[in-house]
């Protein structure tokens, strides 16, 4: 006899699974724990074979008997239906792995292992929130520039205008990557050179007059906080890397003995050496005598395994009294690159090599990290040195 649907609600699980049959090759299989499995039995080229159709109650039998039909009709049309249901899987996850959203998570996953980990989480966010919902589905080779554009135009509206710049730069970056891996014939963001407004350029707050930088550095060795934050204070002048990158320092990419730094860098996707002064070097032992034996050598204070946060250095100068417009933690970089510059009559390809800048020979080609470490290794000495004469002598006052 068919099934029904009271027959099927009040079929109980036993301790071995059976069988409930329904017509022309429908059934439903009952397991142990009580759930419930539709099942089409049919023959094609003289071998028996099943071809599951859903799960009761999600699929009702209706349904059930609707999806035997149509396996039926494609039988009866010498078709397959369980190979045809493996082809459109197949087909479809073909289809997926050409899609922008899949290669751009692809590329994401390659890269994120060398990228900082706020650099990576950024990255996916932003693909996340502005632009898989309008391009992810679709074939990352038939993606158009103006379709970049109107994502792109979309973050412009609410006031994110270098967020806007940042999307179309990660876009072109999945493009080129779909293009080296052979989904996609060309990077289409090429086509929207000019298309947005500029970004004006924001300049960080930096003291580069030596008689106001001798003052700020005695301040900052007066700071009375944690020992953490006051070593991360007076070294942060002395390296002048990126906030991001002392406050995330690790204590194995520290070579002491080497008076060397060796860490990669996310913005430039670059390795990067910073010779160690002998200042530095000493305010290095200050602090590895608390943090020594964690990961990082500035860690929170709720929690060795986390770097200190974004805002410590620059709370602890507010607290101090140097405001914003006076030095920002960026500044220590503006302020090295002038006084090198302009006071020590530094080379200035030395200065951009120590700033992790791009820099390239004659040939246009990019300088490895170490190159001029000889050289460089002098200049970050012979920096120290001037910022102690600074806050002895008060050059410059």
């Known amino acids: ?44 080229a003289d071998k028996e074979k099943l071809l599951s159709l859903g799960v009761y109650a999600d699929i009702g039998l209706k349904d059930a008997r609707e999806r035997r039909d149509e396996a039926r009709r494609m039988l009866a049309y010498g078709i397959d239906p369980g190979l045809h249901r493996k082809a459109q899987k197949t087909a479809r996850q073909a289809e997926a792995a050409g899609s922008f959203e899949f290669v751009a998570r692809e590329w994401h996953a390659k890269y994120a292992p060398i990228w900082a980990d706020h650099h990576s989480d950024r990255i996916l966010r932003r693909l996340e929130r502005d632009v898989f919902p309008w391009i992810g589905e679709l074939p990352i080779a038939d993606v158009t520039a103006p379709e970049v554009l109107s994502i792109a135009r979309r973050i412009e509206q609410r006031g994110a205008l270098e967020t806007a710049h940042r999307a179309v730069g990660n876009c072109g970056q999945v493009f080129r990557y779909a293009v080296a891996t052979g989904r ?163 080379r200035p390809d030395l200065i951009e090599h120590q700033l992790a800048h791009a820099v390239r020979d004659p040939n246009g080609r990019a300088y490895n990290r170490t190159a001029h470490l000889p050289e460089r290794k002098k200049m970050m000495q012979k920096w120290s040195d001037y910022l102690d004469q600074l806050k002895n002598d008060q050059l410059g006052e």
């Open 1 to 44: 006899m068919p099934l029904t649907d009271v027959k099927i609600k009040n079929a109980k699980a036993a301790d071995r699974p059976y069988k409930l049959y329904d017509e022309r090759g429908l059934f439903l299989i009952v397991t142990p724990n009580g759930g419930k499995w539709w099942r089409f039995k049919y023959r094609f």
């Open 184 to 346: 996609a014939y060309r990077d289409p963001t090429g086509d929207l050179r000019g298309a947005l407004p500029p970004v004006r350029g924001t300049h960080f707050s930096a003291l580069t007059e030596p008689a106001r930088v001798a003052g700020l550095l005695r301040t900052l060795d007066g700071y009375e906080g944690s020992l953490v934050v006051s070593c991360a204070l007076k070294l942060a002048p002395m390296v002048f890397v990126r906030p991001g990158e002392l406050r995330t320092a690790r204590w194995c990419d520290f070579d002491l003995t080497g008076a060397e730094w060796r860490f990669h860098v996310s913005k430039t996707d670059t390795e990067h050496i910073v010779p160690l002064s002998v200042q530095a070097l000493a305010i290095l032992r200050e602090v590895e005598s608390l943090t020594g034996d964690g990961l990082y050598v500035f860690p929170s204070a709720r929690s060795s395994d986390r770097p200190m946060s974004d805002n410590a250095i620059l709370a602890a100068m507010r607290r101090m009294g140097i405001q914003k417009e006076e030095m920002s933690g960026h500044g220590f970089r503006a302020m090295a690159r002038t006084i090198l510059d302009e006071v020590l009559g530094v």
